[in-house]
């Protein structure tokens, strides 16, 4: 099955040259046009898919081959531009700089950077170079991105964070010689600022009406400075990819009495994979959300908690005021339903976060560390869980600015170097800080779901 679908990928040659602006902007742009656009996002980053769903009204989604594989990425990818409804345009934006890929040992380089990722959707590629330090020079190094690797395909350029119109006149006159067309130059704007923390932006769910108004400003921003006609002819060029949508109802195994599964949301958990809940309701299962900040109890008849990231310790206060809810995940633990917790899930669940109560289910306390901790990691599981059998090897990343002391139980849920064991299986609790993405390990869905089915079945005995 050949499947076509406009699409382009919003590159840089480096972190912080503008890429989530100008990517969210065009998503933004192309939507008040009147498109139907799919957004994706490169790498395992949460927060980016944030402002890019909120300026398509359809979930971004993430695009990585180490969490998933390299053979899913064009499945994945159509799943996307074909759900809920087909797109006609895709918006895929890279991560760091355009070459830059996984460093690990298990893979070559360059695996998993948008380069990669673009290569394997045949997708052409446009620079978003930060010209404020620059100007003739922009030329050299627009040339040196176009001839690196013959694999890739430089459409176009977006000059951002231009100063003048003299200094946008020199770095198009430039770049004329380079062979790439400039498609856009947008100007320095400190009103566009984003605010971030200690793991980056702050996401887009937490800011509410404040993000909304960013991403309609970067719409107007771009669609003022970037040639939308040039970009979508550019992304029309793209040949159709011979794949079919990722289905997750054929990576599952079906379950018996539609269990009840609810998933942490709302501003403290806003970490997670749209896929991890399309696998879980494949299998039969009911899928809602529960909100630790605001809801008192778990939704009736729940049989079975996920709890991913997010950033709890901003809102340790609030959560841990939720008693009532807190409580109802203790019981929930206790009387052996199924917890996954990733994360943000392993400090909820502590005993302590900053020394405020957390819901107590793992003997751990939590606090802020001084480094930021993250990178790809390969787990093997040390204990037999309703997860994962001992001796399953994941792929997964690491995110966080804290600690758990200790960082494991008597039974561990992890390893991945030499420094020890990781993470805590204690009865129907799995909790960690390595976040996965179920697409590349779609059996956790089923055996997810399975634990949950037979707490059900348990709870109507």
Request: glycine fraction near 10%; charge should be negative; hydrophobic fraction near 45%.
């Amino acid at each position: 099955m050949s499947a076509a679908v406009p699409r382009v990928v919003l590159a840089a040659p480096s972190s912080n040259a503008g890429k989530t602006s100008i990517a969210t902007g065009l998503i933004a742009a192309f939507t008040a046009r009147g498109l139907t656009v799919s957004p994706h996002k490169v790498g395992p980053d949460y927060i980016d898919p944030g402002y890019h769903g909120l300026a398509a009204g359809r979930p971004g989604r993430n695009l990585d081959p180490w969490l998933v594989g390299e053979e899913r990425i064009a499945p994945l990818f159509l799943r996307g531009a074909m759900h809920p409804r087909p797109a006609e345009l895709a918006v895929i934006e890279g991560v760091m700089g355009l070459f830059d890929g996984a460093s690990h040992p298990a893979v070559e380089p360059g695996y998993a950077s948008t380069a990669h990722v673009a290569a394997v959707l045949g997708a052409p590629v446009v620079l978003v170079v930060d010209a404020s330090a620059q100007a003739r020079s922009v030329a050299a190094l627009v040339h040196g991105f176009a001839t690196f690797d013959a694999g890739i395909r430089l459409g176009g350029v977006i000059l951002n964070r231009v100063g003048s119109d003299r200094h946008e006149a020199i770095l198009r006159e430039s770049l004329g010689a380079a062979g790439v067309p400039v498609v856009g130059a947008i100007r320095r704007l400190d009103q566009l600022h984003t605010p971030s923390r200690h793991l980056g932006l702050v996401p887009a769910a937490e800011r509410s009406a404040d993000a909304v108004a960013t991403v309609a400003r970067l719409g107007d921003v771009v669609a003022d400075g970037v040639d939308l006609d040039a970009v979508l002819a550019l992304a029309g060029t793209a040949p159709p990819l011979d794949a079919r949508p990722w289905d997750p109802a054929e990576e599952v195994t079906p379950v018996d009495g539609r269990p009840r599964i609810a998933i942490a949301g709302g501003p403290a958990f806003t970490f997670g994979y749209a896929e991890n809940a399309e696998l879980l309701a494949a299998t039969g299962a009911e899928v809602v959300t529960v909100d630790p900040l605001h809801d008192e109890v778990l939704p009736p008849g729940t049989a079975g908690l996920v709890i991913g990231g997010g950033f709890p310790e901003v809102y340790a206060a609030e959560l841990s005021a939720n008693r009532s809810l807190r409580a109802d995940v203790a019981r929930l633990a206790a009387e052996g339903a199924p917890i996954a917790a990733e994360c943000a899930g392993l400090l909820y669940l502590a005993r302590s976060l900053d020394g405020v109560p957390m819901c107590g289910v793992l003997d751990a306390a939590a606090t802020m560390a001084p480094r930021l901790t993250l990178g790809y990691r390969t787990g093997v599981a040390v204990t037999d869980s309703f997860l994962a059998p001992a001796g399953t090897r994941v792929r997964g990343h690491e995110f966080h600015r804290t600690v758990s002391d200790p960082p494991a139980g008597p039974a561990a849920a992890w390893q991945w170097t030499a420094d020890g064991p990781e993470g805590f299986v204690q009865g129907s609790v799995h909790a960690s800080y390595l976040h996965l993405n179920w697409a590349g390990s779609p059996q956790l869905a089923t055996r997810f779901a399975a634990a949950a089915s037979a707490r059900r079945a348990q709870a109507l005995t």
